[in-house]
């Protein structure tokens, strides 16, 4: 099989050190160790340090270690919602989540916007029931975005209420104001730059003090049942060490995430810019205010689509597929850190001469 340059938006292309760690993980036994163990224990508090480190999340926040950011939607639904739940979503993945939620028996309420759409935050109608109010700062359906400012007015307009957040496009890439929300959540094979097959659960003091009060503890997955164990700097149940052992390994020499999302940012409105110049494509998102930094979605004529990823592929170039509706009409590109200028210039190179 041809190795390929993947910019597809999850799973994406790995740390380029990821082979290299693998194999010190073979070599010093780390596949094999046992998640009561000291050695693990080490792992998992040294690992969650460089999280609140380099990510800059607060040190009151607590991180725990899960399969998958599905999960995450089934922790929220079972441990966190008391009465009701209320989402807000403009493409597929929140949407998703929003009947997810519904299908483990959880009334919900939404409020769907278009994604050209600046979500206007004091035209929102929450019902006092709903206790958790569920967003994706980054829907990497369509190549949208939740700025920091809004998660903020959120915040201020409901201080009462959890806020829940989707960040699986984003945490890693940019810089998000951790402190606005009480719930963030993100898998790691996207812009952490990891094998697939965990997630990141972030929670704040908040958050946990309504699991305490909801006391829900039934499932192998309950957050009371998370909590606890990660106190001892356990899981319950058999985690994925090496994609932990991985996560601590390129975090030691990540740099901070103010420097990754001024470098995320500066190759964005390069993308916007090079597509902007050509007359076959356009940004499928006109709106700059409300576009994925990380998720670059394209737009043209389906013979253009279907021709374009071909081609790519033949070269050695993996593109998104559009997702859903869009399948057809647009692809999307991982402006992810794992990625490389120089990969992103030959990309772009071939897209021209294209």
């Known amino acids: 099989m041809r190795k390929c340059i993947s910019f597809y938006p999850g799973p994406s292309k790995v ?14 036994g780390i596949l094999s160790i046992n998640h009561r163990s000291p050695e693990f224990e080490e792992l998992f508090q040294k690992t969650t340090q460089l999280l609140k480190k380099k990510l800059q999340i607060p040190e009151e926040f ?24 209320f989402h807000l979503y403009n493409g597929a993945f929140g949407e998703k989540w929003h009947n997810y939620t519904k299908k483990l028996g959880v009334t919900t309420s939404h409020y769907q916007f278009e994604a050209q759409q600046i979500l ?21 359906s369509n190549g949208t975005q ?13 201080p009462e209420k959890l806020l829940a957040v989707d960040a699986t496009s984003s945490l890693g890439g940019i810089k998000l104001n951790i402190a606005s929300a009480d719930i963030w959540f993100a898998s790691v094979q996207k812009c952490l730059g990891l094998p697939a097959g965990m997630a990141l659960l972030i929670c704040s003091p908040q958050a946990l003090e309504k699991a305490q009060s909801l006391g829900e503890n039934n499932h192998y997955n309950s957050l009371l049942f998370i909590a606890e164990n990660a106190e001892k700097y356990q ?19 990540r740099p901070k995430i103010t420097n990754i999302d001024r470098e995320i940012k500066r190759r964005y409105k390069q993308w916007v810019d090079y ?42 170039f993996i593109l998104g597929n559009g997702y859903g509706l869009l399948k057809n009409t ?14 992103i210039r030959k990309l772009q190179d071939f897209l021209m001469r294209d």
């Open 62 to 85: 607590n991180i725990y270690f899960t399969s998958s950011a599905t999960e995450c939607w089934e922790i929220i639904a079972q441990s966190l919602t008391e009465i009701q739940s």
């Open 235 to 253: 899981t319950p149940y058999t985690p994925n060490v090496m994609n932990i052992y991985l996560l601590m390994r390129t975090l030691e020499k």
């Open 330 to 343: 647009t692809f999307r590109i991982a402006n992810f850190p794992a990625i490389k200028r120089t990969e």
């Open 275 to 316: 597509f902007n110049g050509l007359d076959r494509f356009k940004m499928f998102i006109p709106n700059d205010l409300v576009r994925s930094r990380t998720v670059i979605t394209v737009e043209a004529d389906p013979t253009t689509i279907g021709d374009t990823k071909e081609r790519t592929k033949s070269a050695g």
């Open 120 to 140: 206007e935050v004091n035209n929102l109608n929450v019902p006092d029931e709903a206790k958790i109010i569920c967003l994706t700062q980054n829907e990497t």
């Open 15 to 28: 740390h380029e050190k990821v082979p290299r760690y693998v194999l010190d993980a073979y070599q010093k």
């Open 146 to 158: 939740l700025s920091n400012e809004i998660i903020h007015q959120l915040r201020e307009n409901y």
